[in-house]
């Protein structure tokens, strides 16, 4: 059984690696595998029962990103179709590609901190699609910024799921993780920061789009304000309800509703349907998020089964070394979700062996937060990067990785020689 559900994982992963050469779309091929992965372990497993309330359970996990997901990127769009990123757009002046690469990477590693690494792509993606036109430069600058966000989500407990759930489950405290990944994380976004303005000259071309309908600079702005307050505000309300991210990303797209509609209340129906929440919904990329569903169904069964806790195991005892298994760990998590990578690792290592804020936790979150970089496909970033801007595998593989492994290896180098073990 585990070798027909790795042996199915394996031929979708590939399947969407090689996208243009099959000609099939790749959300299907992730919706396909990831049914298929639970099938398999259904029918093989000898108690349904059992396996369905491990999907449920799954599930119910994996909705809430979703519904996160979608509230995020309705809230972006609502902003974008009430011109709102003109903001932000005005105050970045420059079009030197140089100038601008470091202004939207650090911009990004910061906002990735207090918001969180996914919503900060979004947000990045819309403001890139304003500010630079050529295809072939914007999609080195999206490759760019999701290395920014991998950076800057590692060094904060709510900029990553990963070291929030180190966070949530007393591994490392919020204080440590702060001041001890930062210079790392940091490191990590500028070595592969100067490489690529090495290679930068020229300026960009920004995309000039009028539009359908004039907003009034207050409506723009009030829009802009709730918008990104609402986006800032989820793990705001995350930390005092202790209720999941995506019920404050829906209070907050809720909220953003009912004065869009207030606004637009007495304005005729043709501008209004235009910039309603309604209109958004329809805008935002559905293949994409059914991407990013059919990749957590098939990862989850890999978790549900074990496969994942069982190469946990594998490192533990026939490596020994933690340097080299949180390395290999962080390398890993580029193939398979860094989720239950962690999750298996938390369970691994004990508590009163490796108490928190100990060597081996902050490692991980750094490890496990910055490794997705190194593929398209293994980080939420990369995935609704991939989704939103139709990036093909093998161009990632063939101009970012190598970049992000330069990253990720940096960051560790930088971490070993100021806190050894």
């Known amino acids: 059984m585990e070798t027909l559900i790795v042996s199915v994982f394996i031929i979708g992963y590939l399947a969407i690696i090689f996208e243009p050469i099959i000609s099939i779309n790749k959300s299907a091929i992730a919706l396909v595998t990831g049914v298929l992965c639970w099938v398999v372990y259904i029918l093989w497993s000898g108690n349904n029962t059992f396996v369905a ?4 359970t799954h599930f119910t996990d994996l909705s809430g990103i979703l519904f996160f997901l979608i509230g995020a990127m ?24 140089v100038k601008l690469l470091w202004i939207v990477c650090l911009f990004t590693f910061f906002l ?23 295809k072939k430069d914007r999609l080195l600058f999206v490759g760019m910024v999701i290395i920014a966000a991998n950076c800057g989500g590692a060094w904060s407990p709510i900029g990553d799921i990963t070291t929030t759930m180190l966070w949530v489950g007393g591994q490392i405290s919020a204080k440590n993780i702060v001041s001890h990944l930062f210079l790392p994380s940091l490191i990590s976004l500028l070595v592969p920061l100067l490489i690529v303005s090495l290679k930068l000259s020229g300026n960009t071309n920004k995309i000039v789009v009028k539009p359908k309908f004039t907003n009034a600079l207050f409506e723009r702005n009030l829009v802009f304000i709730i918008g990104i ?4 505000f989820v793990p705001v309300f995350k930390s005092i309800t202790q209720l999941p991210a995506f019920m404050g990303m829906l209070f907050g797209l809720g909220v953003l509703w009912i004065i869009t509609e207030l606004i637009h209340n007495k304005k005729e129906q043709d501008e209004k349907n235009t910039l309603s929440v309604v209109a958004a919904l329809q805008k935002i990329d559905v293949p994409s998020i059914l991407f990013f569903l059919g990749i957590l169904i098939a990862v989850a069964a890999l978790q549900a089964t074990g496969l994942l806790t069982q190469v946990a195991h594998f490192l533990n005892t026939h490596i020994g070394n933690l340097n080299i298994i949180v ?3 962080g390398v890993l998590s580029a193939f398979i979700d860094n989720v239950p990578l962690v999750a298996a690792t938390m369970g691994m290592y004990d508590i009163n062996t490796y108490p928190q804020d100990s060597y081996l936790w902050e490692f991980i979150a750094y490890c496990a937060g910055t490794g997705g970089s190194i593929l398209i496909i293994g980080s939420a970033a990369g995935v609704t990067a991939m989704g939103m801007e139709k990036i093909d595998f093998m ?11 330069i990253s990720y290896f940096a960051g560790i180098v930088c971490y070993m020689c100021l806190y050894k073990a």
């Open 53 to 56: 309330a491990q999907f449920a």
């Open 74 to 97: 309705t809230i972006v769009e609502l902003i974008d179709a009430h011109n709102g990123f003109d903001v932000i757009s005005a105050i970045i002046s420059t079009n030197n590609k």
């Open 112 to 134: 990735s901190a207090v918001l969180d690494n996914l919503t900060t792509t979004i947000v990045l993606i819309t403001l890139l699609r304003k500010l630079i036109a050529d």
């Open 229 to 232: 307050g609402a986006l800032l």
């Open 327 to 329: 390395s290999i760990i």
């Open 395 to 405: 161009w990632y593989l063939k101009n970012i990785t190598w970049l992000a492994l």
